[in-house]
C-alpha cells in the first residue's frame, strides 16, 4: 500500500516520537490542554460549528440545494480535500466529490469555489497584511496583484470574447464562464465576501479565545494575522490540510509574538483538533451515513 494513505498516521507518530523526546516539554504541553477548563472546549465546537453553517451558507446562495445536502456535501468535500496530501489535489477532489454530492456540473462546482476561495484569500491577505509587510511588501502585493487579475479576467468582456474565439477546451470555457455569473452578480460576490470576513473573523476568535485561557498574552489583530499567514504558507505543505506547516508556522508566530512556548504549542494543537481532526470525523460520519441511507432504500 502507497504510504500516502497513511500521511496523518504518520504525522501522529512524529508528534509522538517528538513528545517521546522531549518529555518534560511535552508533559507541560500535555498538562496546559488538560487542565483548560470544560467551557472551552464547548465555546470552540460552537464557534467551529458557526463558522461551518456560514460557509455552507455562501455555497447555498449559489446553488438551489436544501440544506441538508449542502450541508452533507460541504462535509464530505471538506473532509476529502483534509485527506489529500497536497492542497491542490485536495481542492480538485473536493470539487469533484461536492459536484456529485449536489448533482451539479463540475465546472460550475469549480467556478463556485475559485469565487469562494479569491473571498478568503482576500480576506486572508488583508488580515495578514501587517505580518506580510514586516517579511517583505513584495508578498502582500504579489497577492493583491494576483486577485485583482483573476477578477479583471473573470469580469473582462474582451477577454470572454476571445476566450470563446480561441482554441480553448470546451471545460475551461464552461468553468469561465460559470466563475463570471457570479463575479459580474455584484450582490451574489458581495454577500459570499461579506459571509467570508464573518465567518474568518470567527475562525481568528476561536484561536484568540484558546491562547489567553492557555495563559498567552496576544491581541486580536497579532493572532488574525499569524493565522491568515499560517493558512497560505500551509498550501506549501505535501500533507493533507496543510499538516505540520500550519502548525509549526502558527505555533512559531505565536512565541515570536511573546506567547510562552509550549502554550503557543499547546493552543495549536487543541485550535487544530477542531479546525482539522473534527472535519475528518464529521465528513466521513455524514458519507458514512449516506451510504447506509442509500443501501437501505435500495433494499
Known amino acids: 500500500m502507497g504510504l500516502q494513505k497513511y500521511w496523518r498516521i504518520v504525522f501522529v507518530a512524529v508528534l509522538l516520537a517528538l513528545a517521546m523526546i522531549y518529555r518534560e516539554e511535552a508533559e507541560r504541553i500535555v498538562n496546559i490542554v488538560v487542565s483548560s477548563p470544560p467551557w472551552l472546549f464547548f465555546a470552540c465546537l460552537f464557534l467551529v460549528v458557526a463558522e461551518f453553517l456560514l460557509q455552507a451558507l455562501r455555497m447555498k446562495l449559489v446553488f438551489s440545494k436544501n440544506w441538508a445536502e449542502i450541508l452533507r456535501a460541504y462535509a464530505v468535500g471538506l473532509m476529502v480535500a483534509l485527506s489529500f496530501p497536497s492542497r491542490t489535489l485536495g481542492e480538485g477532489a473536493r470539487i469533484a466529490v461536492m459536484a456529485k454530492e449536489l448533482k451539479v456540473k463540475k465546472e460550475e462546482m469549480a467556478a463556485y469555489v475559485s469565487v469562494e476561495r479569491v473571498a478568503d484569500v ?14 517583505h511588501p513584495f508578498l502582500l502585493a504579489a497577492a493583491v496583484l494576483g486577485i485583482c487579475t483573476f477578477l479583471a479576467v473573470i469580469e473582462s468582456d474582451t477577454v470572454y470574447r476571445k476566450v470563446n474565439r480561441g482554441p480553448v477546451p470546451e471545460l475551461l470555457r464552461k468553468y469561465i464562464e460559470e466563475s463570471r455569473k457570479i463575479v459580474k452578480d455584484r450582490a451574489l460576490f458581495a454577500a459570499i465576501l461579506g459571509i467570508s470576513v464573518v465567518l474568518w473573523g470567527i475562525d481568528f476568535l476561536r ?17 488574525a494575522s499569524l493565522v491568515s499567514l499560517a493558512y497560505i504558507v500551509s498550501a506549501l505543505s505535501f500533507l493533507p490540510g496543510g499538516l505540520g506547516v500550519y502548525e509549526g508556522g502558527l505555533a512559531g508566530g505565536l512565541v515570536l509574538k511573546g506567547v510562552p512556548h509550549d502554550v503557543a504549542v499547546a493552543a495549536t494543537l487543541y485550535e487544530r483538533l477542531f479546525s482539522y481532526w473534527l472535519w475528518i470525523l464529521v465528513g466521513a460520519a455524514a458519507g458514512a ?5 442509500g443501501s437501505s432504500s435500495t433494499a
Not at 124 to 135: F, I, P
Not at 207 to 219: E, P, Q, Y
Open 122 to 135: 482576500v480576506v486572508l491577505a488583508t488580515a495578514a497584511s501587517l505580518v506580510l509587510l514586516e517579511v
Open 207 to 223: 484561536m484568540w479565545v484558546v491562547v489567553h485561557t492557555m495563559g498567552g498574552t496576544i491581541d486580536y489583530t497579532a493572532v
Open 289 to 293: 451515513f449516506k451510504r447506509e441511507n
